[in-house]
């Protein structure tokens, strides 16, 4: 692995991270941001740099850190560079119980309604995957399986918008499905946090068997590797991580499929130093894009997920155009 890799990404994820705490639409001094930060009581700094930009800075970084850190398992597991988190129908059947519980009217009566009924959505993917894969079913059952509840929960999620009768419910679901980490609290924080913490451990305890994995399954079982404790793994860490960001951030696309493609060349393509390369990229990235929603945009209320698929969605076709050349 080159070593400054590492380093160099969490410099620059510090770095950006500092960066959503100090830019904003309120005009803050440096010093006086982090007085109110680190030491103040009450008053309107405060309020702004502890209830609204510290909780907005931390999601951003945990966001994308998961959401990274699953898309690079996930092509490790199954072995496919076009695979992403939402892959098993996680994403599909968060946003579903997100929008269900919007549309119901939980969400106006209960603050927190939203996130876990987000959270029992992912829950749910994960027991249909692996209900309908089955418990020696293959990286192709899995890919089938999720692709099937994804498209089922989104079938649904669709007909919900189409047969509201309230247009302002409607477009209240239709926003929060294009992702955002405004309005976010330390609630958000403490809810969501853990669930991505031991998503992320999950994950992380899987490099070595990743790396066994890239010679084929069979060799993999040779060195000891247990097939079907790996998929539990993926599938449960994926899940509890890309859930719970789901839940607090809506659905932020692309992170997860190009943030590996574009650091694996620099770490040799071992996944078991990718896992946590694409958590700090993808945390680098979401951190960015979130600044980039306040300094571009900042009175139009810009969607993350809306920037970040209009600038993953070329560069990752910018990828597909290089690869093209080189098999050429």
């Known amino acids: 692995m080159n070593r400054p890799v590492l380093p160099l990404l969490a410099i620059l994820v510090a770095l950006l991270f500092a960066a959503s705490l100090l830019i904003g639409p309120a005009a803050l001094g440096l010093r006086e941001s982090l007085s109110a930060l680190f030491g103040g009581q009450g008053g309107p700094v405060v309020l702004v740099m502890q209830e609204i930009r510290l909780p907005r800075a931390i999601l951003g970084l945990c966001v994308g850190a998961v959401l990274g850190l699953s898309g690079a398992a996930m092509q490790g597991f199954l072995r496919n560079p076009l695979a992403e988190p939402g892959l098993i129908g996680v994403s599909s059947t968060a946003a579903l119980g ?157 992170v997860g499929l190009v943030i590996p493609h574009l650091l694996r060349p620099l770490v040799g393509g071992q996944p078991s130093r990718l896992l946590p390369a694409a958590a700090l990229g993808g945390a680098a990235m979401v951190l960015a894009s979130d600044i980039a929603v306040r300094v571009v945009a900042p009175d139009q209320d810009l969607k993350l997920g809306v920037l970040t698929a209009l600038v993953g969605a070329p560069f990752f076709l910018h990828l597909l155009w290089r690869m093209r050349g080189l098999e050429a």
């Open 98 to 254: 997100a929008v269900l519980s919007l549309q119901t009217g939980l969400a106006a009566a209960f603050a927190l309604a939203l996130p876990l009924a987000a959270l029992a959505g992912a829950a749910v993917s994960v027991a249909l995957v692996l209900w309908m894969a089955g418990p020696r079913g293959g990286a192709l059952a899995l890919i089938l399986a999720g692709i099937a509840i994804s498209a089922l929960a989104g079938a649904l999620t669709s007909l919900i918008l189409n047969l509201s009768p309230n247009p302002f419910a409607a477009m209240e679901i239709v926003y929060w499905m294009m992702g955002s980490l405004a309005d976010r609290s330390m609630t958000h924080v403490w809810l969501a946090v853990p669930f991505m913490a031991a998503g992320s451990l999950l994950l992380l305890a899987t490099g070595r068997s990743l790396d066994a994995l890239t010679v084929g399954e069979d060799a993999a079982r040779s060195m000891g590797v247990d097939i079907r404790r790996l998929r539990l793994l993926i599938v449960i860490g994926t899940a509890a991580a890309v859930g719970a960001s789901v839940a607090v951030a809506g659905a932020i696309g692309f």
